[in-house]
């Protein structure tokens, strides 16, 4: 259909009687709009059917009695099927009105309605609205009538379709080269991912709104698809304002001299993949922790039925022949022997398995009572002297005198030093050299245990005292063991309050092991000297030393109770105590009364105990700074220990505490406070 000319489009005056007619006329002939009064339905329809109007105006009186034939009329041709119709109506109620009105002309008529009495400018306003979208509606018309059926079936599809569409114009430099693309379509789809109406997409440059595509490689595999002809995908995120990053899997590929663009969201995708990768990945990981675990425990159970096999195998080939009396007489004294041997091999193998079984149990317990260190490395030497002369290793011991009392357990302490001197037996070659140094450092005894053997890797030094660790698992090894014997150590040494420490250079250089072990803080004498599983606590007999007569002792702690303890005690010594229920009050203590002994407790509120003693430490001598101190504290680990120490504390006694510990230890602080002042 061609689109009707200006004097086409005129107004259908139908039934507006006598003067009102030729007025409504007057009136649209001043705003240059023609118009025909049509004075009964049959002259109305008749103008429609010849495509006469292009409005038409009507009284409400008269819809009732026209409206079935003028819908008619209306519905028999198709291309003024949509007129505008403008009733004139009296006032009623605005629901009631156009629902009667829509009832009787039809829903698919366009209507519009204007109150009587009506004004001139209302009318005029009105009919220039209708004609305006009749114009419109004729220019749409003629687009869509000059598009083929196949494009508009096109253009449904693609409307319709889930996925976005951009289609956009190259913008070429001065040297042919492409600088950027128009927009020159987007579907919805397209434009909610895009974040914009289509109206603030066409006509921008893509770079302009998606500067990152040349960062992310999207305007790249633009002009790759549109230069050489081929379709090009990619994967891309795109990020607006920060927020809601999806990725769009895109196919690009030329449209004739424009560039055609098809994208998916497949963000919901990529997270699935992600989650799922992650699930395999943690899968893998524990399948391969698995794994590891049931190769540790098959290598772990051929390794102890190798160690318990070996000495089985000569045990009961020296038996065998005892038995049958087929071994002279000479021999049988080795016999005999090798037998012993390889019992007490085989029994420590298995004292190990039990060892670490009651470690993983926490059912291993210690016989404390005071030790003699020296004593238990001497008895330790002895049980290994045998194994260094068959190897003519050099023994070199160096053993501090003043390094002697600890609270242990004798037995397990001699465990500890023997798997270490036989460590660096097995390791070290013939001829080569053992050193054993015990020492007194601080409050602390130090054992070390030097070789000049086999060495250890660095890459194995962190997992030296794990349980079942071998450096060497293999069956082509040269030395037995289970594994377990340093695991055992640290556990030994541990519960003793101490640490174990190794080094090495690596291999063929050597290996040193560090034990330390904290002194016992007070000369003692037992009430009951025997020892008995009954009774695990011993008791101390209370004799206040001489040295702590006119002592000034400084207590920090923050319970009341405590204090009040302490202050007993050192009253009971003759010793004068000050009181500091915080870590700033006996800052301000230590200043004002330079107490000649500190103790301390370190958990307390707002500052512990371990900053008020750095505090103290970064004093000036003549200001206390140099006043040796103790904790007293219920932090008891070995780490608790050296962080005591790292921060500045002479001595750490855990509680609860002995009076007579306590005593002995405030003594030992003085002594150190009274050689410190000599030698300044």
Excluded at 30 to 36: A, H, K, P, T
Excluded at 316 to 340: D, N, Y
Excluded at 353 to 358: A, E, K
Excluded at 635 to 653: L, N, S
Aim: aromatic share 6%; charged share 25%; with cysteine.
């Amino acid at each position: 259909m061609t689109r009707p000319s200006d004097r086409e489009l005129l107004i259908l005056i139908f039934a507006l009687f006598g003067r009102d007619a030729e007025a409504t006329q007057r009136i649209l002939s001043g705003v240059s709009i023609e118009s025909e009064v049509c004075r009964d339905i049959d002259e109305l329809c008749a103008a429609v059917e010849r495509g006469a109007g292009a409005l038409v105006l009507a009284e409400e009186a008269l819809v009732p009695t026209a409206a079935q034939r003028l819908t008619a009329v209306l519905g028999a041709q198709p291309s003024w099927s949509d007129l505008p119709v403008i009733v004139s109506a009296t006032e009623v109620a605005e629901e009631r009105r156009g629902f009667g009105l829509l009832s009787r002309l039809g829903e698919g008529v366009n209507l519009s309605i204007l109150e009587r009495p009506v004004r001139a400018r209302a009318m005029v306003s009105a009919v220039q609205s209708a004609l305006r979208a009749r114009r419109r509606q004729y220019a749409t018309r003629g687009l869509i009538d000059e598009l083929s059926a196949s494009e508009v079936r096109f253009r449904t599809v693609q409307e319709r379709a889930p996925y976005g569409l951009m289609i956009y114009r190259p913008i070429f430099d001065e040297n042919g080269a492409i600088e950027d693309f128009e927009w020159v379509y987007a579907n919805a789809v397209g434009a909610r991912a895009m974040r914009r109406p289509i109206s603030a997409l066409v006509g921008r440059r893509h770079l302009e709104l998606m500067p990152g595509s040349k960062i992310d490689g999207q305007f790249q595999a633009h002009v790759a698809a549109f230069t050489s002809g081929a379709p090009v995908e990619c994967e891309f995120l795109y990020e607006r304002d920060g927020v809601d990053n999806n990725t769009y899997h895109l196919t690009a590929f030329r449209l004739d001299e424009n560039l055609a663009v098809v994208f998916d969201d497949i963000t919901e995708r990529k997270r699935a993949e992600f989650e799922r990768s992650q699930l395999l990945a943690r899968e893998r990981e524990a399948r391969t922790e698995a794994e590891a675990a049931s190769r540790e425990k098959d290598e772990f159970l051929a390794t102890v039925s190798h160690e318990l096999r070996t000495p089985l195998n000569a045990m009961l080939g020296w038996a065998r022949m005892l038995t049958s009396g087929t071994l002279p007489e000479a021999a049988r004294g080795k016999a005999v022997q090798s037998i012993e041997r390889n019992a007490l091999a085989q029994a420590q193998l298995v004292e190990d398995l039990l060892d670490v079984s009651r470690i993983v149990s926490g059912k291993l317990r210690l016989d404390l009572h005071e030790v003699d260190f020296s004593r238990v490395v001497e008895a330790a030497v002895d049980s290994v002297r045998p194994a260094m002369e068959a190897k003519e290793i050099r023994f070199e011991p160096a053993i501090d005198p003043s390094a002697s009392e600890v609270m242990g357990d004798p037995n397990r302490l001699q465990q500890v030093i023997w798997n270490l001197l036989s460590n660096a037996i097995k390791f070290t070659s013939r001829g080569g050299r053992v050193q054993l140094i015990v020492a007194r450092v601080k409050s602390h005894i130090e054992l070390s245990v030097s070789d000049t053997g086999l060495g250890i890797e660095p890459s194995f030094l962190p997992f030296l005292f794990q349980r079942f660790y071998q450096a060497d698992g293999t069956s082509t090894r040269n030395h037995g063991g289970l594994g377990l014997g340093l695991a055992i150590c640290r556990h030994l040494v541990e519960l003793h309050g101490g640490t174990i420490e190794a080094f090495s250079e690596g291999l063929g250089q050597g290996a040193t092991f560090k034990v330390q072990l904290p002194l016992l803080p007070v000369r003692a004498t037992w009430a009951d000297a025997r020892a008995s599983h009954s009774t695990p606590a011993r008791r101390l007999v209370f004799e206040p030393p001489p040295e702590l007569q006119g002592l000034k002792v400084l207590i920090v702690d923050d319970q009341p109770d405590a204090r009040e303890v302490l202050v007993a005690v050192m009253a009971r010594c003759g010793a004068m105590a000050i009181e500091a229920s915080s870590s700033s009050e006996g800052l301000g203590r230590v200043v004002a009364a330079r107490p000649d002994v500190i103790i301390s407790d370190i958990g307390m509120p707002e500052e512990d105990g371990y900053s008020f003693i750095r505090r103290v430490r970064k004093l000036a001598a003549d200001a206390g700074g140099r006043t040796p101190a103790a904790a007293l504290t219920a932090y008891a680990r070995a780490e608790d220990r050296r962080q005591a120490m790292q921060a500045g504390f002479e001595m750490h006694v855990s509680k609860p505490v002995e009076p007579a510990e306590l005593v002995t230890v405030v003594a030992t602080l003085a002594r150190i406070g009274r050689a410190i002042s000599h030698y300044e």
